[in-house]
């Protein structure tokens, strides 16, 4: 079992940034990708951005040049720095991981970004 714990998320003006953590608590497997998904109302669960266990990274085309995601191994966590936000960037951002030989899915309970213009 993993337990996901994140924080960061809050509220801040257009052009600002702000650092998403997520914490990967009591994890025995082998997490082999780490990333951000984010909804926004009245629109679907989008990737943002991942990562692989060997550091290969993947961004949605509207966070490229923005945002950046990174991962400790040692700490089992993923983080999502985001700078020059904008208010489209507005969201409920969940971590996601996949883990084992079958990738199986577990996802945070989500934190809250609100980017004011």
Not at 14 to 21: F, M, P
Not at 68 to 97: F, W
Not at 102 to 109: D, E
């Amino acid at each position: 079992q993993v337990q996901l714990v994140e924080s960061g998320g809050g509220l801040v003006q257009a052009g600002g940034s702000l650092r998403l953590s997520c914490v990967a608590s009591r994890s025995t497997v082998s997490i082999n990708v780490m990333g951000w998904y984010r909804q926004a109302p009245g629109k679907q669960r989008e990737l943002v951005a991942s990562i692989t266990s060997g550091d290969s990274t993947n961004y949605a085309d509207s966070v490229k040049g923005r945002f950046t995601v990174s991962r400790d191994n040692t700490k089992n966590t993923v983080y999502l720095q985001m700078n020059s936000l904008k208010p489209e960037d507005t969201a409920v951002y969940y971590c996601n991981v996949k883990v084992g030989r079958w990738n199986t899915n577990y996802w945070g309970q989500g934190t809250q970004v609100t980017v004011s213009s």
